[in-house]
Structures are given as C-alpha cells and as structure tokens.
C-alpha cells in the first residue's frame, strides 16, 4: 500500500522507474514463453540429436627387452573402422518403422480379402494370424537395423576398393549386447585405405577411423614361453574409472612376462568425453584423464645366446623337437637363455591362429602352451651323478680308490649291480673304475654301491642345501618346484633300492631343467647356489621420464653348499673327463671342439650326460629324457648350460651336441665384442 500511496502523489521520477521494472518483467515473461513454448520442440530435437560418450582410453603397453635393450615386444599403430550403432537410431526407428508399417499393410490386405471371401467379420481367433505380434515387430525392426548397417559397410568397402559384407550373426549379437561399443567394421587398414577413408568418406554416417595399439612380438617365437602373451580384455583395472560408455580396445597379459607383470605393462587408462550430432560428426571432445603409459620390463636374456640356443637345438634335433635349454652366468645367476620347444608365435593369440597352428597349440603332447625349462619336471638321471658324487666325497670316499664293476650274467660285456633281489643294469663295460672314470663313463655301479655305502642322508642333505623340490619364485606364473625326498621320508619305510634309484637320477624325484643349471652353475663358482635372475629392471616408457627405475639385484646367493674346495675341484676335473677323455660319454660332441689354424683355443667344457627313463604309473616305459649339464670355461668358468630333450637317443648323442654348438655360437659373440672394444676404445 505503500508504494501505491506513493504513486498518486504524481511523483514522476518514481512512476518511470516502475514502468521500466513492469516493462523489464514483461520481457522476462516474454523470453520464457518464447523459450518453453515455441523453442520447445527446438531444444528437445537439439537435446536428442547430441550426446555425450565417455570412452575408455587405454594407456601404451610398456616394452618387454633384452639385457641389451632390443625388443621382444612392444606396440604398432593399428587404424580401423568402427560403426557407432547410437549414430544410426535414426535410420534404424525410420527403417524398422517403414518395414512394420509395410507388413501391417499387406496383413491389412490380406484380412481385407479374407473377410470379403468368407462375406462377415473374422473373429476375434480368427483374427489373429494376421496381426503383428511383438515378437515380429522385434524381427522385422532387427532385420531393418541389420539391413541399414549392411548398406553403409558396403559403402565403405566400396570406398575401401575392398569388398565388404557384414555377417548378420555377429551384427545381431553386437546389437543385442554391446550396442553401444563401435562394431568393428574393417581393422589393419593399409596407408592407401586410410587415404580413401579420409578422402570419400570421412562423413559417412556412424562410421568413424580410430588409430589403437596392437601388441607385436617382433622376435616371433624367439623367447616366447618367456615373454608370454596377451588377450583381449577392455575391463578396467584397480585405480580406473569403471563407468564407461565405449572402450577401445586394450589387452591384459596372461602368462609369463607379459602376465606376471601386467599392471606394470598396462599402466593406466584414462578417458575422454566426446559430443556428437544428429549426423555423427563429433562437435567437441574432452580428455578428462590422460593414460599413463606402461612400464619396460628389461630381461637379462640376451637375445644373440636365446637364438643360439633355439637354432643349436632345432639344427640338431629337428623342427620338431620337444626340449629345453637354459644358459646361466654362473657368477651373477642372470638367465641368459630360457628355451622350450616347441614354442608358440605369441602373434597368433592376438591376430588369430591358422589351423595347424591351432592344432598344434591344443596338441597335448606336443605341449607347446608348457615351459619345460621351468614348468614341466623330469627325472634327471645321471646328470644327477655329480651331486651323489659331491655327497660321498664329503662323507669320506677317496676319489682314487677303485671299484670293480662286475659283470650282468645276462650280459657280461655290460656290467651290472644287485640291491637285494633287485638288478640295476649298467651302461659301462665290467672292469675297475675311480671316481674320475666312474663319472666319465657314467657307470651306475659305482655311485649305487657308493651311494649305500655312505648313505642316503648325505646325498639328501646336500640336496636340501641345493633347494631341490623348491621353487624359485621366477616371474612367469610356469614354475614348478619339483619333487625330492625330504630326510623325514628317507628315514620312514625307505628302502636299498630306492637309494639305489635316487643314486643314479630315477625313482622318487624330478627336476626342472633351470633346477639343474642352478646346481651345476653351485659346482661352476665355488658352491654358491644362487637365486636365478629373470628380470634386470623396470623402467619408464619414456628414457627422459623422471620416475624411479626399480631394479634387481644380481649375484644374490640362497645358499652356499660349504663344500671341501678340494672336492669341488675333483669333480670339475672328472666332469672335464666327460668331454676330453676318449672314454667320456660327451667325448664324441667335443672332439673337433679344438683350435684351428689362427683361431683362438675353444673354451674346455665340463659336462655330464644322462639318460632317464619315463614310465607311466603301471611301471611301462613310455620315454627317455635325455641330458646334458655342463659349465665352461673350465679355468674359470662363467656359463652354465643344461640341454634336455625328449625321446632322445642319449645325452652325448642328442644333447651334448647342442650344448657345444652354444658355446661355440657364445665364444663367437664374445670374440666380436672384443673387438668392438678394441676398434671403439
């Protein structure tokens, strides 16, 4: 009432200033009817005709190397075609629509004819066949989707100058499922595609070019049981955001390197948020979260060595062996070499296998999806010997004396030995053999009697210092521990013949090959067992990033044996008998390991063969494993290298040749480095 009051007394300054807050209002009332009422329907198509997507983006996996920094795997730019199926709702509703109202019409005319034919109504009952019942409608929208997807794939292969069909099966499950991830259309393109993609049809409704990552392993099978591989997986990961509307395509390791150290590979994703129009062109984007690109894992593999091996194996025993190699420095415990063979191309997990290398991948005896340098165990036979022969030694056995080797009756050009009622047959001819001969000739007489003698908790304990039947906790997820006798078991309902047995490598016990380079690299150095070393450092994608590289020591010692030296030196005199004698089971591969005219001395090679029966839980022979342990040089000695293969014909005849062909291929790479020295001081 005031204000009116104030009003009729003619005041005319206050009269103007209310006609311009009443002619204000009047234009706020006016603006909100414009925009609620006839900008309504405007905004609302505006409103439906853009949306937000969120996309996850993963992070650049982190590289897999060698010692010496080579690849063993890392990224490729991959560019392909992906179909926003959200972008087509339009031409889907419109498709769908026109296809049910075309069946209603003919349905329509149908029951038209059919009432004027019978000249009443249909029923109800009667009704019904020509009507459209959801499910129909669902079917024919479907097929109208599948139809309108179908005529832009073939326009973009017509684009391509590739022709392109769309399979209706894995359309209708991409729709039914994931409609809202980009349906692959057309992956791997070539430069030439990717030009015509952004020359004719870059504006093509729903289709879109994205360029991702795609995990290579450049070395192929080169190391692979190693490496490992990778398998499709777009999940996210701890410390990710989880909500996403599409996400591109990223990979999570399974096994191996790749699967053992999966978080440090993947790093981290991030993700964008991206506006599109009623057309499908992207009106802005914003990246919320930028990935964090992955860590390198360096190895202490070094890849000349690795393809040495895989070549020296594969010469000698063919493509289609089935074996083991593992290379060792002696002194720092780094693997050098790790083969398993068969091996898979970690490729073909990712780009898809071709038939027979399916079949071979499935093939159970073939094994190829198994380590036997770490995974698969075996019985070590006589590469056993030296540890058997350490033990006895140290309990008091002179290495001089000898032991006569009787002859098997059955046999008597072969020498044979009885535990009770037991026959333990022997691969030496009868006569009188000292510790030097005996592991030379590798004669099982010598080391069972020896072995009974001195007793079984010697060799045992000397085992238990070795860490048999224990892991080593190696970064690739295919370890085994192995299985050995415990002095508890040996003490308990433990019989002659089964000490028999473990003195010559068979009954209770089974190693893996990395076991066996770890107990001959304890020979090699003085009786330092070490811990083997897979894994040098973890480092920044980026050489300039300023972030912690986490390293591995090296040279860190489990256990020391605590052995007489005096008796480490008989052994590694009696194990260089092995390959120089004329009487040594390996002399035969080592024989022309000798200097030619101008060339430097090859390295003196202390070995030890083995051959070891297989048998399946009925006693019946199923296989021979065959062996070969052996250190070099023998002055002072840097490499251990143990060989096993299956279905052998001995260990000096399929191992120990492969074994020499690796010390030659090492000798080279070392006498190349030399000189690179010398050249560039």
């Known amino acids: 009432m005031l204000v009116y009051d104030q009003l009729r007394k003619n005041d005319p300054q206050l009269r103007l200033l209310a006609l311009i807050v009443l002619l204000a209002f009047g234009v706020l009332l006016v603006g909100v009817w414009w925009v609620q009422i006839v900008s309504a329907r405007h905004y609302q198509a505006s409103l439906e005709t853009q949306s937000f997507r969120s996309v996850r983006l993963p992070a650049l996996r982190g590289k897999i190397l060698d010692r010496q920094g080579r690849v063993l795997a890392e990224n490729r730019p991959n560019c392909s075609i992906g179909l926003y199926l959200e972008d087509l709702r339009p031409a889907f509703d419109a498709a769908g629509g026109a296809e049910v109202r075309r069946v209603r019409a003919e349905r329509a005319r149908l029951l038209a004819a059919r009432e004027a034919a019978v000249g009443r109504k249909l029923t109800k009952t009667e009704r019904r066949p020509y009507t459209l019942s959801l499910g129909e409608r669902t079917m024919l929208r479907t097929n109208a989707f599948y139809a309108v997807a179908s005529n832009i794939v073939a326009q973009i292969g017509a684009g391509l100058q590739q022709p392109m069909m769309l399979d209706p099966d894995s359309f209708h499950r991409h729709y039914r499922i994931t409609r809202f991830l980009p349906f692959p259309v057309a992956t791997n393109l070539s430069v030439a595609q990717i030009a015509r993609f952004e020359e004719q049809l870059h504006g093509i409704l729903g289709a879109d070019l994205e360029v991702q990552s795609t995990r290579i392993y450049p070395q192929g099978v080169t190391a692979s049981h190693v490496i490992g591989y990778v398998r499709r997986d777009n999940d996210s990961t701890e410390g990710e955001q989880a909500f996403f509307s599409y996400r591109l395509p990223d990979y999570r390791g399974v096994v191996g390197i790749e699967g053992h150290f999966d978080e440090q590979l993947r790093g981290l994703a991030g993700g964008k948020s991206v506006l599109v129009n009623n057309l499908g062109y992207r009106q802005s984007e914003t990246v919320w979260a930028t990935p964090e690109a992955g860590r390198n894992v ?11 091996a895989e070549r020296a194996l594969r010469d000698r025993q063919g493509p289609h062996v089935r074996g083991a190699v593992v290379v060792l420095d002696v002194h720092r415990g780094d693997i050098l070499a790790l083969v398993s063979a068969p091996a898979p191309d970690p490729n073909y997990v990712i780009s898809g ?9 499935q093939d159970e005896r073939l094994g190829m999806q198994r380590n036997r340098a770490t995974q698969e165990i075996y019985q070590p036979g006589s590469i056993f010997k030296p540890l058997v022969g ?29 535990v009770g009622p037991q026959k333990f047959r022997d691969t030496v001819s009868p006569g009188k053999y000292d510790f030097r001969r005996a592991i030379a000739k590798s004669s099982n007489s010598y080391f069972i009697t020896n072995g009974l003698r001195f007793g079984v908790a010697n060799i045992v304990e000397l085992a238990k210092q070795l860490h048999l039947g224990e892991r080593y906790g190696l970064p690739t997820m295919q370890e085994s521990a192995g299985i050995f006798p415990s002095l508890r078991r040996v003490s308990a309902n433990w019989r002659s013949g089964d000490t028999a047995n473990l003195c010559i490598g068979q009954g209770e016990m089974a190693v893996t090959p990395l076991q066996m380079a770890v107990m001959t690299a304890a020979f090699a150095n003085g009786g330092k067992v070490l811990l083997p070393r897979l894994v040098q450092r973890i480092e ?24 007489n030296p005096r008796h480490l030196d008989t052994l590694r005199d009696a194990m260089l008998a092995d390959t120089e004698d004329p009487e040594g089971t390996a002399y035969a591969a080592f024989r022309d390991f000798r200097p030619r005219s101008g060339q430097a001395a090859p390295m003196r090679v202390c070995g030890k063969t083995g051959t070891a029966q297989k048998k399946d839980l009925n006693g019946r022979l199923q296989d021979y494993i ?3 342990a052996s250190f070099a040089p023998y002055e002072e000695p840097r490499y251990a290298v143990v060989v096993m293969v299956e279905s052998g014909s001995s260990g000096g005849g399929a191992c120990a040749p492969v074994a020499r062909d690796i010390y030659a291929s090492i000798q080279k790479l070392e006498a190349a480095a030399e000189r690179a020295v010398v050249q560039n001081p």
């Open 298 to 308: 360096v190895l202490t593999l070094d890849l000349d060595i690795q393809r040495a």
């Open 626 to 628: 065959t062996w070969f």
């Open 540 to 563: 920044a994608y980026d050489p300039t990033s300023l972030s912690p590289t986490q390293v591995f020591p090296a040279g860190q010692v489990r256990n020391h044996i605590g052995v």
């Open 390 to 418: 350490l033990a006895v030694l140290e309990a008091g056995l002179n290495p001089l004396e000898s032991f006569l080797v009787e002859p098997d009756p059955q046999n008597p050009t072969r020498g044979a030995i009885f």
């Open 353 to 361: 296998f071709p038939p027979e290398e399916f079949a071979r991948w």
